[in-house]
T-cell receptor
C-alpha cells in the first residue's frame, strides 16, 4: 500500500490563483519531506526540504514567497504555489525519506492557464 | 556540486534482450544508490538499491556498483515491452537525493 498520499493528482488553475498540494505520510513519522519539481523529459529537481515544526530549507533559485511550504505535523506537509503563472506548470512530487530509502507521493500535475 | 549523469537515450532493445543502463556520479562520499522506473505522467517507483561494491540481483534486474570508478549500472534481462519507461539513477548523500536526468528505454516487441 501507499506510504505517502499526495493530493490532488491533477489540478488546472487560472493564472494568479494559488494551489495547495498536500502530502500525507501514512505509515511513518514524517519529520522531513522533500519536494521535487519535474519538467517534461527532465529529471527531478529538489525545490525544498520541509522540516516538521520548523522552516523549510529551500534550494538556491527557488522563491520562498512563491512556493510556501508548511510542515506542521508528523503526517502532513503542504506546498502552496502562490500567484501561479503558466511557467509554474509542472509535475510536483513529494518524497518521504525513511532511512536511506525514499517513498514518493503520486505526484501532482499542475497546469496554469 | 554533486552531479549524477546518465545517457538520456532513447535506448532501444528488442524484446527478450538485455538492457544495460549506466550512471556515473561525482561525489565519492555517496552512500547509497537507487534505480527508479518512471512511466510517463507517473511518479517514480523503486526498482533496486545498492550500497556495496559488486552485483545485486533481484529477479530480472541486476544492479552493479563500482565505487572506485563512481559508476553504477542496471541490467534488465529478458526485456519486456512493459519495461519501456524512463529509468532514473538516484544517489543518497546523507541529507537528500540527487537524481540523474534519466534514460528512456524502449523495448521493441
Amino acid at each position: 500500500g501507499a506510504v505517502v498520499s499526495q493530493h490532488p493528482s491533477r489540478v488546472i488553475c487560472k493564472s494568479g490563483t494559488s494551489v495547495k498540494i498536500e502530502c500525507r505520510s501514512l505509515d511513518f513519522q514524517a519529520t522531513t519531506m522533500f519536494w521535487y519539481r519535474q519538467f517534461p523529459k527532465k529529471s527531478l529537481m529538489l525545490m525544498a526540504t520541509s522540516n516538521e515544526g520548523s522552516k523549510a530549507t529551500y534550494e538556491q533559485g527557488v522563491e520562498k514567497d512563491k512556493f510556501l511550504i508548511n510542515h506542521a505535523s508528523l503526517t502532513l506537509s503542504t506546498l502552496t504555489v502562490t500567484s501561479a503563472h503558466p511557467e509554474d506548470s509542472s509535475f510536483y512530487i513529494c518524497t518521504l525519506p525513511v532511512g536511506t530509502e525514499a517513498f514518493f507521493g503520486q505526484g501532482t500535475r499542475l497546469t496554469v492557464v | 556540486q554533486k552531479e549524477v549523469e546518465q545517457n538520456s537515450g532513447p535506448l532501444s532493445v528488442p524484446e527478450g534482450a538485455i538492457a544495460s543502463l549506466n550512471c556515473t556520479y561525482s561525489d565519492r562520499g555517496s552512500q547509497s544508490f537507487f534505480w527508479y522506473r518512471q512511466y510517463s505522467g507517473k511518479s517514480p517507483e523503486l526498482i533496486m538499491f545498492i550500497y556495496s561494491n559488486g552485483d545485486k540481483e533481484d529477479g530480472r534486474f541486476t544492479a552493479q556498483l563500482n565505487k572506485a570508478s563512481q559508476y553504477v549500472s542496471l541490467l534488465i534481462r529478458d526485456s519486456q515491452p512493459s519495461d519501456s519507461a524512463t529509468y532514473l539513477c538516484a544517489v543518497w548523500y546523507g541529507q537528500n537525493f540527487v537524481f540523474g536526468p534519466g534514460t528512456r528505454l524502449s523495448v521493441l516487441p
